[in-house]
């Protein structure tokens, strides 16, 4: 039974709590949190650890499950964590990944512990489908997209505009684009033609809609590149109907194959998801099972899904694999 | 540059024949067959060699590429020739997999070579889904389906009943049952509930079609346990509207996460192929790629798809993998 840790309490740090709780390989031991530890009162009842005492964990947990955010809490914590820890997080800032693997693979290094970063969906799952269509058909084009769902980002962005009490953004992909990448004609989408995105706006009494709407739909980098609805709903129209946090999405690639490429194929990954933070916290879960099935192996410093053998993230015997999953 | 030999000039070889022109770190050097090499001339003009003196290869091929039917070949070949070279098959008898490994393996090890088997798209890259599927999502269920596509086995049954000239048979999966699977409820089916059969006949000029239609629908094992469909077509027809070998299909899994399994999700890979063997060939060359890495960091014995890791596939640089594929 190996000893795990999480780090970080929100929604992802409640969902690995979750996924532990139905694993029979794996217990929970503790939840880091930066906060008081005496405040907070996890759902499994397992003990709370202030962050300043995380070293006391050292020697007693086999990995931290590190759930805290992309932006500025991972990049210090993941290769920082690393030195005294096996660890593993959700690091999903693409064009800043090379630079976190090589973080965490110089901290693991020195502290000769196996680290696995931007385990997810994706980055995760999606990546891994990206690299296995890519290589079984390199003459292709690949297309992925995101949705329906809920993006927090976006629906945060909102949230900053003067007036706005609460809002959530949907992504969705566009159903039309979505059959062209599937039809093998190989197109090229501007991103207009790829996502569109809903708004759903709880607005102050008084507050100008016209002004809110506008503010949405010409904010750049989240909104301006993309074809927007905004409606206006009421806080108990937003609790009743909006408060879970679907999404989903699929990599498709289509590729060609023959002396003279004259036959077409179609490979789909495909996730509707009824929680993001819980599916992505199952895909770390499994992850964090295969790391350490590495790491007793021998194997330490930074690696990513890409270095996982299917066979080390399966709970069954080789046996089994044989006779019922091959 | 890896030097490959094919050994078997079918459909799935001639595949493997056409993956490996359009591949730059791999070179066909030649096929193997059992007629008179004089006789066979490959579409890319590589030589023929006699399977008599297949040994004449040894020290100059990095890997067979083993294209024979796994009912009576398979079984032989891939154990005996794995003694002398590295060796890939697509063995599909899915209830003699674990004696077939047993085999292979012990023929690997003692040549110091690796070897790998089953490798295709099911068993294959569906098994490699299921696998995945089912540790992210432990609890739930999996369902597989396959078509539209050809069924060469029932397809060749068919042609053995009296009367019958030629036929095409069409595995076709119900799609009501395609929705239910996705649907999180986790239906049990019957066979009959999962697939139709669609059979395309060509009879003999006076032949008893009565017949021929009621030999079908009461095949055992083959047509039985199925609604199934007959019609009958000339021969032009046939020719016409079904010489392709088009396949494909799905794995869904549904699963629950959650303190209490609230929530649920649905994860699906499907493929759509134009061409069955070429398809199945392009994910062999692959396969057979990543077991040449493996073979050059000491690995030797039998491996499956699950052995391999997906970094070992790809034909890129880590960099490139961690900046543009995770």
Known sequence: MKKIAIVGYGNLGKGVEAALKHRD??????VVTRRAPETLKTKTGVRAVAM????????????LIICAGSATD???MTPSLAKNFNVID??????KIPEHFANVDTAAKAGGNIAMISVGWDPGMFSVNRLYAMSILPEGKDYTFWGRGVSQGHSDAIRRIEGVLDARQYTVPIESAVERAKSGEMPEFTTREKHLRECYVVAAEGADKARIENEIKTMPNYFADYDTT???ITKEELDANHKGLPHGGKVIRTGKTGLDFEHNHTIEYSLNLDSNPEFTASVIVAYTGAMLKMYDKGEIGCKTVFDVAPADLAAV??????????
């Open 90 to 95: 959700s690091f999903d800032t693409h064009a």
């Open 52 to 63: 300043d005492d995380i070293l006391s964990l050292k020697g007693n947990v086999d990995a």
């Open 74 to 76: 991972l990049p210090e």
């Open 317 to 326: 015997s080789r046996e089994e694999m044989l006779s019922h999953l091959l």
């Open 25 to 30: 390989d794996m217990e929970l031991v503790a």
């Open 230 to 232: 905004v409606t206006f």
